[in-house]
């Protein structure tokens, strides 16, 4: 019921405030015992993985018939199930946490039947918790002041159905080959090129280093557009309800495909969308996409 989700809610708000403390107070020292997973793009730090514990043992201490898909435990070939499945990561933005940039955020959520119902993101450098429950909105609260505000906080503005009017997100992962290595630099330098010459040509592409706060960010109507070709489940998942209930879209990098999962590694064109029309910025993302 909706007040069982409001429960799982104020619940995950409460952990991501405890998770937001220990990121706060992490060690200057951390920089130097950041470890790398696969590459040296792709960070895990003592942090990380302390967060996840705390979240998987608060969340199962009072669920403890519900599953959980956490990025740090996350064993290759687990796939996401139809009971309520609680889906951490634990810092999105590893790097930039790592270098102490301050755009990088925990985030976590509840699915029910493979779908988010439930997402909290909170950046504790700033003081931003988004948060959301299904059918019941999306807000942004300050959490240094306790100011809250229901999202989009920009009005959306009259129908924009082209890319050329769009600050678009684009995010580079941590891969630096295979197909989606290459999608990525093809859309991103298309996103960049005339399209005389085969491109889009958007207002301009920014890349801040977290999907999740991506996801953010265009819920609240500072971005129009998040664009990103490889992502993990837990990348997205809280975000994903957080902008939908925001009046946004998410759409699969398979053209045509208007209702993606979250199941295994998936493509994302995320637009900001009141209008109908505003649908024609994502069949735009799909043509340069070409096929794939
Ligand atoms: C990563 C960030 C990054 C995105 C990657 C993600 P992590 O998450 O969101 O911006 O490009 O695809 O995996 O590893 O920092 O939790």
Redesign the pocket.
């Known amino acids: 019921t909706q007040e069982d989700l409001r429960k799982v809610h104020d619940l995950l708000v409460e952990i991501a405030r405890a998770a937001g403390k220990i990121m706060l107070e992490a060690e200057h020292e951390f920089l130097v015992a950041a470890s790398t997973?696969n590459n040296t793009s792709?960070?895990?730090t003592q942090y990380?993985k302390q967060v996840e514990k705390m979240v998987e043992e608060c969340v199962m201490e009072t669920y403890p018939t519900f599953a959980f898909l956490g990025?740090e435990t996350f064993k290759h070939g687990t796939k996401l199930a139809d009971s309520p499945t609680f889906v951490c990561?634990?810092?999105?933005?590893?790097?930039?946490?790592s270098k102490g940039v301050p755009n990088?955020a925990i985030?976590l959520a509840l699915t029910l039947d493979k779908k988010p119902v439930v997402g909290v993101v909170y950046n504790p450098f700033r003081g931003d918790m988004y948060t959301a429950i299904k059918n019941q909105g999306s807000y942004l609260t300050k959490t240094t002041t306790g100011a809250r505000f229901k999202l989009p906080l920009q009005p959306v503005s009259a129908p924009m159905p082209s890319l050329r009017t769009c600050l678009v997100a684009v995010?580079?992962?941590?891969q630096r080959k295979g197909p989606n290595w290459e999608l990525r630099t093809d859309v991103h330098k298309k996103l960049l090129t005339d399209k005389e010459e085969g491109g889009a040509f958007c207002n301009s592409v920014r890349?801040?280093?977290?999907?999740?706060?991506?996801f953010c960010y265009v819920a609240q109507g500072m971005l129009d557009c998040f664009w990103?070709g490889?992502?993990?489940v837990?990348?997205v998942c809280a975000g994903w309800i957080i902008l939908e209930e925001a009046g946004g879209i998410v759409a699969s990098a398979n053209p045509g495909d208007w209702e993606p999962t979250l199941e295994g590694r998936l493509y994302f064109a995320v637009r900001h969308a009141k209008h109908e029309e505003q649908k024609a910025v994502v069949e735009e993302l799909w043509a340069i996409m070409g096929d794939r």
């Open positions: 997973k792709d960070l895990v990380d990025e990561d634990p810092i999105d933005g590893t790097l930039n946490f990088c985030s995010e580079w992962g941590n890349s801040n280093g977290s999907a999740a706060l991506d990103e490889g992502v993990w837990w990348d």
